[in-house]
């Protein structure tokens, strides 16, 4: 059995390739769009790529039999377009590579009800279904996700710990069948040993709740004592700025999730049960516990922030274009370097950025109050980190053992900026780069400068003079 995972820098994929890669039949390739090449590492074979490089694709599905299906591109603007043309493209390169069978995870709900987010998955899985004559495709369709770093599970823990008392508009009594995260890793990893069912679609979820219960169900497991006070209004853009602003996710995924919190989302066939009667859906709150539980661990293997996104993948490479930048540079000893790489890998998250911590708090709520993540992602490993990793508001876009860590800024601003450390020659190397967009970045970057002078000093030198105290 060769088995391809697309999607694999994601949220489903990454768990995914973590639990097939222990499967002993066969070989696991992966279809990711960042490495540099191909190449394989642990026993497990790298395939780079996108959906829109045709000859990527045809590459990468050479001789495989089961191609799993995660990819979208949610933050692009024109999504909806992008994601049927992607998935028109891996379908073509599935039925010339002779794959045997597509496997996809879309979202539970109708096409008349459904929200904008939820239709293009819908029309994603339509046209992964198109062709049932030359390959089969099993169409998996999940609700709220539960698991350590779902955004939807990451929405209900930061509402729940944040708020003893909560308004809440009508969309709380709308009705889910939430899916805890293991069981939907199951499912996707049997469905390539599943015997040939033809085209089918399979609903997969557990209890029926309430989101008002899911948040309840929450602070009950965590015990906490909460209040929910019910308003007879939907609220969809009070409820958006109200989750970006107490909640990781910014606006544009919050608008998205609150828009399809007004329509039932309910499984509607039991082909879950029939085909894969081994596995019994796990209870929401036991899901819940599972999850609290990973976190408290530190066993986060993936989060919702872990794809790239668009404006990542369009910006990332021009570093070198950067109009503006602040460099600060500190001479350490050849012993102190393994110390100093440690140290600026644990920058951001529960650390802080190495002092001046009220005005980096004050950034990020500037940037939930324009629609922005802000610092409440926070860090998945409060030690290590690897490329993709969201912190704060930056993303790790290039990571070098012993030498460099570079991060893409994620917050709102009028450009484009970097912050990299790096250690050469001797020297330790933090440098700030922007890229301004017109005058108004021009006068961000000059407004700024005062601040910056101050803010990114301390933080090169406090984060030697952490090191040389060992903290
Ligand atoms: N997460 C949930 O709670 C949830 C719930 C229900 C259903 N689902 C479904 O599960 C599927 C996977 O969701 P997810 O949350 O894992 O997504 P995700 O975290 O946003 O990951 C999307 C993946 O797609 C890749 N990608 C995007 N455009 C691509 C392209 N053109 N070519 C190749 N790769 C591309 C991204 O790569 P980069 O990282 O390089 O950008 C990333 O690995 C989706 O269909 C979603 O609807 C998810």
Known sequence: MNILITGATGYIGRRLKHRLSSEKEGTLRLFMKRDKSSSVKDGIEVCTGNTFDIPSLNAALQGIDVAYYLIHSMESANYRERDRQSAQNFLDACIMQGVKRIVYLGGLGEKQSASEHLLSRIE??????????????????????????????EIIRHLVEKLP??????????????????????????????????????????????????LLGYANVVGLRRTLIPVPFFTPKLSSYWLTLMTPVPYSIASALIEGLKSEVLIKNDHARTLFPTI?????????????????HEQVISRWSDASGHAWEVNHNDLANAIFSDRQIIAIAPSEAPDV????????????????????????????LVGGYGLSRGRRDPLHLRIGDSVDFWKVVDLQEGKRLLLFAQMKLPGIAWLE??????????????????????LYWFVLIPLHFFVFKGMANNLIRAVRKGA
């Open 124 to 153: 994603v899985g339509e046209v992964l279904s198109s062709r049932p004559d030359a390959i089969e495709t099993l169409w998996f369709r999940a609700g709220v996700i539960i698991g350590s770093g779902s955004a939807s599970f």
């Open 165 to 214: 008392f909560m308004i809440t508009p009508k969309w709380v009594n709308t009705l889910c069948q939430p899916s805890a995260q293991n069981d939907v890793i199951e499912y996707l990893c049997l469905a390539a040993f599943l015997p040939k069912t033809g085209n089918t679609i399979i609903d997969i979820g557990s209890q029926v709740l309430s989101y008002k219960e899911l």
């Open 280 to 296: 019994i859906p796990i209870s929401y709150e036991e899901a819940v516990a599972n999850a609290v539980d990973e976190i408290k």
């Open 341 to 368: 790489y440690q140290m600026f890998c644990s920058v951001g998250g529960k650390r802080g950025w190495f002092g001046f911590d009220i005005l980096w708090r004050m950034r990020g709520a500037i940037d939930k």
């Open 421 to 442: 450390f790096l250690i050469q020659e001797g020297h330790f190397y933090q440098t700030a780069y922007f890229y301004p967009h017109g005058l108004a970045g021009r």
